[in-house]
């Protein structure tokens, strides 16, 4: 992932303010262009934090939550058959997606911090984020997704590729 200007542009007033709006409750707000920009920083902060994490870390070890086991566990058993490699994003957007995806996710409100936070995640696990390889989640999601993936060996490709380049790169 590309470093780009993120939170760290807004120098340390800028981003405690950013971090200070988006704690805010929602309804304060409507439909704010500034938080909408500082929202989309906040998420791609954290979708590059993630990214360098699976790739400096072997993925099969990494825990993202203290319910790591409960959210993995119960996302199998409510989606069981969903292909977690390359996701389809009808499978989590389209209506009938919301209906199944909504129950699993609410399970985990008071649990999880920020369970329906707005978050991004990559389609294509083999790949980095992209506008093409990105779709907004909620955080939930985003973990249940994640966990499988580097649960089911999924995200070894980003560790193991960075690792390659990384020999490479000392011959």
């Known amino acids: 992932m590309a470093a780009g200007n993120g939170l760290a542009s807004l120098g340390v ?19 704010n262009p500034q938080l909408e920009v500082m929202w989309a ?15 400096s870390v072997d993925p099969k070890f990494l825990k993202l939550t203290k319910l790591d086991d409960k959210i993995y566990s119960a996302f199998r058993k409510d989606f069981e058959d969903l292909n977690i490699q390359v996701l389809d994003p009808e ?7 919301k209906e199944k995806w909504r129950p699993f996710c609410n399970q985990f ?23 093409e390889n990105t779709i907004f989640a909620t955080r939930i999601q985003f973990f ?3 966990i499988a ?10 560790y193991n590729a960075k690792k390659q380049s990384s020999k490479e790169g000392q011959s």
Do not use: W
């Open 91 to 97: 499978l989590l957007k389209s209506a009938e997606a």
């Open 13 to 31: 007033e800028g981003a405690s303010a950013a971090a200070h709006a988006l704690s805010l409750p929602a309804e304060e707000y409507g439909n």
């Open 149 to 158: 993936r580097n649960r089911e060996g999924y995200n070894s490709a980003v």
């Open 41 to 55: 920083m906040k998420a791609y902060q954290h979708a590059e934090i993630y990214f360098n994490l699976i790739s």
């Open 109 to 131: 409100e008071g649990l999880v911090e920020d369970f329906n936070y707005g978050t991004l995640l990559r389609l294509d696990c083999q790949k980095d984020y992209t506008e």
């Open 144 to 146: 249940a997704v994640e």
